[in-house]
């Protein structure tokens, strides 16, 4: 009898603990930190912060749409984010070395990629598109034969321009915006690169536009080490969260406003 008492009385103390536990959980929840935050791991993002509006620099901040839906995730994984920056080229080999934890880049799903990453769900839709000088004779894709087309190496428009017209139609630069410079300055014909950072680099520069038809469409996703499954269930459960409450289009949204 006095074995079963302790026995309950260990058991409601346990239990207690876990309703203090939960209710500490809450707080923290709701005022953003506390005193539990030096405990808390760290979610290591890469990401190419030149690529506008998902990533880009402000105010010594990187900020965007990767770089606000990589908060929420963060958040609800009860994790401190931190944004590591370099080439787009050295994201995935970041996340391979185990340096960082998963890549946002406004990065798209390919097979190829696929190969030595998993991706989560997609969290938005890409466009390829062909940006040229307003006085170009440059109108549609067939346009594109013969040119000299600038991209950002291994994303996606390096790859399909690379496919379609081989390597010596393509030049290569580690950031889209110095395509545009080379573009401006006529010692590229067009620029392929995703479609909303396109926008931005028109609007930054004179004389440019995006032609009306595009290369391709294609679906952005978080990029995570294919060892860590289960980073991968987590992070596809907190996308789900924020697509079901509406937070993932109100981030969308805030950053890429309807025409
Ligand atoms: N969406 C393109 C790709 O994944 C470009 C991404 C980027 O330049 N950040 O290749």
Redesign the pocket.
Known sequence: MKKLLTILLVGAMLLGLAACGGDKGGQQANNGGGTDEEKKETLVMA??A??PP??YWENNAIVGIDAEVAAAIADKLGMELRIDDMA?DA?LVALQSGQANMVM????V?PE?QENVNFSEPYAE?H?VIIVKEDSTIATVEDLAGKKIGV?T??????YITDDLGDEAVARFNR?ADAVMDLKNDKVDAVV??LE?AKAFVAANEGLKILDTEYAT?E?AIAINKNDTELLEKVNTALQELKDDGTLQQIIDTYIPAE
């Not at 880049?105 to 798209?108: D, E, L, N, V, W």
């Not at 291994?154 to 790859?159: K, L, M, Q, R, V």
């Open positions: 990401t190419n030149e690529f998902y990533e787009f994201t880049a406004g990065m798209t390919t990629r890409g390829q950002q291994n994303t996606t428009g390096d790859i889209g690169i995703d950072p294609e952005y």
